[in-house]
T-cell receptor
Framework: KAGVTQTPRYLIKTRGQQVTLSCSPISGHRSVSWYQQTPGQGLQFLFE???????NKGNFPGRFSGRQFSNSRSEMNVSTLELGDSALYLC????????????FGQGTRLTVV | GESVGLHLPTLSVQEGDNSIINCAYSNSASDYFIWYKQESGKGPQFIIDIRSNMDKRQGQRVTVLLNKTVKHLSLQIAATQPGDSAVYFC????????????FGKGTHLIIQP
């Protein structure tokens, strides 16, 4: 069974631009969570979607948004990029809403210049 | 806010020895505690979890111990192998909150030949 797929793997954007990252969960998984990983702050929860509804949201500004489609695929969007948004963005899927056994993708490495 | 942390950023052990990675948590209301392993260039990989009403749980070569009295969590890896080299994160999940999984900073396990 295929794992969690995140695209693109690497991305370079300039300040002020916006970016959309994509996540395809494991087949049959309906919950998708997004995390930001940086050396300074570690892994921080962004938001979680289940059945196309946002269940939880972390402490991030409104520039960070997401959505989930009927096939459980999810996208996250960051608008008006800042240098501090440079990070590894990880997507995790699980069968149920925030099941502790979450399966992570390899992440999208975003660099803002 | 509440957070989960690890005692040591780096742990070096001899191949074949047992490894013990420690974690202190602060939210006594957390329902689950989870250990993840992250190898270079990859997303975190679920290792094992433990419910808050348990003291010990064993997996293949791994044991997680939970001491709620002192809010301490540990991961024991038996007969450490080179493939165990990675960064290990503990995480907690509180079902009544909106923060998804709260991760600690991570311990880098280095295996000496």
């Amino acid at each position: 069974k295929a794992g969690v797929t995140q695209t693109p793997r690497y991305l370079i954007k300039t300040r002020g631009q916006q970016v959309t990252l994509s996540c395809s969960p494991i087949s049959g998984h309906r919950s998708v969570s997004w995390y930001q990983q940086t050396p300074g702050q570690g892994l921080q929860f962004l938001f979680e979607y289940f059945s196309e509804t946002q269940r939880n949201k972390g402490n991030f500004p409104g520039r960070f948004s997401g959505r989930q489609f009927s096939n459980s695929r999810s996208e996250m969007n960051v608008s008006t990029l800042e240098l501090g948004d440079s990070a590894l963005y990880l997507c995790a899927s699980s069968l149920a809403a925030l099941n502790t056994e979450a399966f992570f993708g390899q992440g999208t490495r975003l660099t803002v210049v | 806010g509440e957070s989960v942390g690890l005692h040591l950023p780096t742990l070096s052990v001899q191949e074949g020895d047992n490894s013990i990675i420690n974690c202190a948590y602060s939210n006594s209301a957390s329902d689950y505690f989870i250990w993840y392993k992250q190898e270079s260039g990859k997303g975190p990989q679920f290792i094992i979890d433990i419910r808050s009403n348990m003291d010990k749980r064993q997996g293949q070569r791994v044991t997680v111990l939970l001491n709620k009295t002192v809010k301490h969590l540990s991961l024991q890896i038996a007969a450490t192998q080179p493939g165990d080299s990675a960064v290990y994160f503990c995480a907690e999940y509180y079902g009544g909150g909106a923060d998804g999984l709260t991760f600690g900073k991570g311990t880098h396990l280095i295996i000496q030949p």
